[in-house]
């Protein structure tokens, strides 16, 4: 059984200094436990250097002001803290975790008097997916929940509340043998799985649904300047369930995921093939990787 997270060595920088891991603590009743004030951001270093750093960081502040609080650092304070863990870590390839949260002060859903609360954590992360998976292709199953539209929650915020229904519509497809699951808009759409961003190769052009109502990846970005690079046409359209039958290939990405192809989606069958693997060879290249 792995480690637990709370019983690791090393060092976690919280609230403006250095702490040892297991030291890092919050209190049961903080604010963000009990009504999901809390946002975060998901990285990864390459040789000793975070992958677009400022953009998460510019992000993890953005989703905070989106949950109406302000962080108490700036892109550059984060920054320079994110270096300052890899390197107190002694940590080289690395994910890497800033996330801040309401406290304690206030035990309702007004919190205005709450502290909030930064910290970031790194650790040895080498695939999301693992090697296998990135031969053979993902299993996806479509999940009963959908992502919410966007006058009905903060859906551009990178909030940790918004992973609830991606929690449990992961475990009810691990339950079914799937490896993750794909989530449909409110409209019925297709729109992400539960911690990446998802592409279909119909013919030449790359298609990807709209980020109208989730989380338009940093990774899925880069991915898809990355394409028009390789003379690939991309196409942001909404996408009908029914379309999916339709693609030659079909890959996810996300920094945790990074590029990793899809061999199944319910009863349809994908064979990872050549235009996948050439934009998982791109990004690893962009990235650092090779």
């Known amino acids: ?17 250095m702490r040892p891991w297991k030291d890092a603590q919050v209190h049961v009743l903080t604010h963000g436990l009990h009504y999901g004030s809390c946002v ?40 320079e803290a994110c270096d300052a863990v890899l390197a107190k ?29 930064v910290a970031i954590a790194a650790w040895e992360w080498p695939s999301y997916f693992g090697d296998e998976a990135k031969k053979k292709g993902l299993k996806l199953q479509t999940a009963a929940f959908q992502r919410p539209a966007p006058n009905t929650a903060p859906v551009h915020s990178k909030a940790a509340g918004l992973y609830m229904i991606c929690t449990v519509s992961k475990h009810a497809a ?11 808009d409110y409209r019925g759409y297709v729109a992400e799985c539960t911690g990446a961003n998802i592409f279909f190769f119909m013919g030449d052009e790359l298609h990807t649904p709209i980020a109208d109502c989730f989380l ?46 899809i061999g199944q989606i319910d009863e349809h069958v994908f064979t990872p093939a050549e235009k996948t693997f050439a934009l998982m060879d791109a990004y690893a290249k962009a990235v650092g990787a090779k």
């Not at 940590?91 to 304690?104: F, I």
């Open 174 to 184: 691990e339950r079914n043998g799937f490896n993750d699951a794909l989530m449909l």
């Open 40 to 79: 975060f951001e998901g990285q990864r270093a390459y040789n000793g250097k975070v992958f677009k750093m400022q953009e998460h960081h510019e992000r993890l502040h953005k989703s905070g002001e989106l949950l109406g609080f302000d962080l108490p650092y700036t892109v550059e304070q984060l920054n």
């Open 89 to 117: 870590n002694n940590l080289v390839n690395a994910y890497v975790r800033p996330v801040a949260w309401r406290g304690s002060e206030m035990m309702a859903i007004s919190a205005q008097a709450t502290t909030i609360h």
């Open 216 to 261: 338009n990846g940093i990774t899925r970005r880069t991915v898809m300047d990355l394409a028009r690079g390789l003379g690939i046409k991309v196409v942001e359209r909404h996408i009908k369930p029914e379309e999916i039958a339709n693609a030659s290939e079909i890959f996810v990405t996300g920094t945790a995921a990074e590029v990793t192809p």
């Open 1 to 17: 059984m792995a480690l637990s997270f709370d019983q690791r060595d090393g060092w976690i920088w919280m609230d403006g200094e």
